[in-house]
């Protein structure tokens, strides 16, 4: 039986208060790699760890840090990503909500390492209570000495704002996020260069999602070895899992990477809705490719979900019984997508506005025989050929429901009408 | 060639502070009117292009009057897989007499479809202005427009 790590706190009552924080050794990780170990040293233990982002992308944490220049006259910055906006998704909200000093002493640790001595928290505007939760976490922390000036007796100094956002999933991407922080519209930046070389303000930034960040203080206090001992080859340590969609238990589950997709949905979940069959899977946020009922057994890592042809992402698990009509959830991300453009470059500005009026007229019955194919034309123009990864990212549930549910489609296009209400 | 890191933050207050700025100036004046814009480009030393740039990108920034109540209701997936989105918008739209995008005519509610906000397991979601709300139902719906058409 797994213990829960990073959300050991969360049902507490009072989780988020530094109070309840300190009386479960809160801060004492920090202290520990502040006064204990060097810059170089915790590098390393993170390297060892085999932590991997949870923002989405999965970049090796340790090897980022390594980026970092070592120059100490260079001002380093420290960028928090809270602006979770991935359909499906909602992990950070709560860790931000229920635990914020976590996290705290996460980015306390991280930016000890890499010589930051300014964090900046960017919070996704609808999180109107992680907003609040952010501010007062952060107060708390300075009135206790673990933020400001020389911390801990350590000769290092760290100052952390927040700033909302206002409402764009594009401004999760780091370099989108970075622009806004700015005070620009979130477009994203050319890479390379990339951020740990030139980053917010022109100075080079570590930017990392809350999750990750939320692992550290526990790799400090036990161990790379510990952490490298969960999951499996290439996927390491805890995770937390949003589940949602037609489950019994919709919520988050924090388990070992590795852990197959059916035991989340069947045993942690509680299963399938009204005594439903499962039909797909949505794994790693609404990005991800579809995964079919026949492949629930894949586990949940970043290899095992690539091998299965699809993706991690952030963990967030969308569940969908016999009754769903796979075009119309297609539509609708496609929809989603559309609407989040940041209209930058072409091939995502219009082609996933292209792609949504075709599914659009797939679903409601005006589809052409042609369209099938068109909207794999379409996937196949943006993929790849995007400024950032979100056009890889838009296409991913269009083409996947093509390919595994061609006939979904096709029933669309010659009855007019929905295959699920086929009977 | 990389731009040289510099070693001070240049500039490090007036257009960073832009979406703080813009969320005060939509506080007080309700929207961001071209008045808004412009004043607010007056005090970060801003040109009022490079305000309403920044302005017009976020969705949370509003470049028209809204109501008092600004009702969002999520339209994502997962919302939608829980009997969410186009019901719940037709219940509100029927309720309130009001549109999409638009303001009631007693300027008491607005009604927008907004993205994921990230409450998916409490799906159905709404947003009624900063305060989320899970697991709606019709009746969850009237009960709050009843008590918020009673507040002044």
Known sequence: ?423 | MLPQAKTKIRNPKSRAMLLAALYIAQEQYGWLSEQAIQRVAERLGLTPGQVYSTASFYTMFKLKPQGQYRIQVCEGLSCYLIGGAEPVIDFIKKRLDITNGGTSPDGKFSLEIVQCLAACDLAPAIKINDELYGNITDEKIDQLMAELSSKE
């Open chain 1, 1 to 423: 039986m797994f213990e829960p790590v990073l959300t050991q706190n969360i049902h507490r009552p009072d989780s988020e208060k530094i109070s309840t924080y300190l009386a479960n050794g809160g801060y004492e990780a920090a202290r520990l790699a502040l006064t204990q170990y060097a810059p170089q040293e915790l590098i390393d233990m993170v390297k060892r760890s085999g932590l991997r982002g949870r923002g989405g992308a999965g970049f090796p944490a340790g090897v980022k840090w390594g980026f970092m220049p070592k120059d100490a006259n260079i001002q380093k910055i420290l960028a928090v990503n809270t602006d979770e906006g991935e359909p499906g998704t909602f992990k950070d909200r709560q860790i931000v909500e229920c635990d914020p000093h976590q996290i705290i002493e996460g980015v306390i640790i991280a930016s000890y390492a890499v010589g930051a001595n300014r964090a900046y928290v960017y919070i996704r505007g609808e999180f109107f209570l992680g907003v609040k939760r952010w501010i007062k976490a952060i107060a708390d922390a300075y009135e206790r000495e673990f933020l400001g000036k020389n911390i801990f007796g350590a000769g290092f100094d760290l100052d952390i704002s927040v700033h909302r956002g206002a409402g764009a999933y594009i401004c999760g991407e780091e370099t989108a996020m970075i622009e806004s922080l700015e005070g620009k519209p979130g477009n994203p930046r050319l890479k390379p260069p990339y951020p740990a070389q030139v980053g917010l303000f022109g100075l080079p930034t570590l930017v990392h999602n809350i999750e990750t960040l939320a692992c550290i203080k526990h790799i400090v206090q036990r161990g790379p070895e510990w952490f490298a001992g969960i999951g499996t080859a290439e996927s390491k340590g805890p995770k937390i899992f949003s589940v949602s969609g037609h489950v019994n238990r919709p919520g988050n589950y924090e388990l070992p990477l590795g852990t197959p997709l059916s035991e989340i949905i069947f045993e942690h979940a509680g299963g399938i809705r009204d005594g439903k069959r499962l039909k797909a899977v949505i794994p790693g946020g609404a990005s991800t490719p579809v995964l079919t009922a026949d492949q629930a057994d894949t586990l949940m890592a970043f290899e095992t979900l690539e091998k299965a042809g699809s993706q991690l992402g952030t963990g967030a698990i969308i569940v969908m019984d016999e009754t769903t009509c796979m075009v119309e959830a297609a539509r609708r991300i496609a929809k989603f997508f559309a609407h989040e453009s940041c209209g930058r470059c072409v091939p995502c500005r219009i082609g996933s506005v292209r792609l949504f009026e075709t599914l659009e007229r797939i679903e409601g019955g005006k589809g052409t025989p042609n369209d099938i194919d068109y909207a794999l034309y379409l996937a196949e123009n943006i993929d790849g050929r995007t400024f950032c990864p979100m056009g890889a990212a838009l296409v991913n549930p269009a083409r996947s429901t093509i390919q595994k549910f061609p006939e979904e489609y096709q029933y669309h296009i010659t009855n007019k009408t929905c295959w699920v209400n086929r009977h």
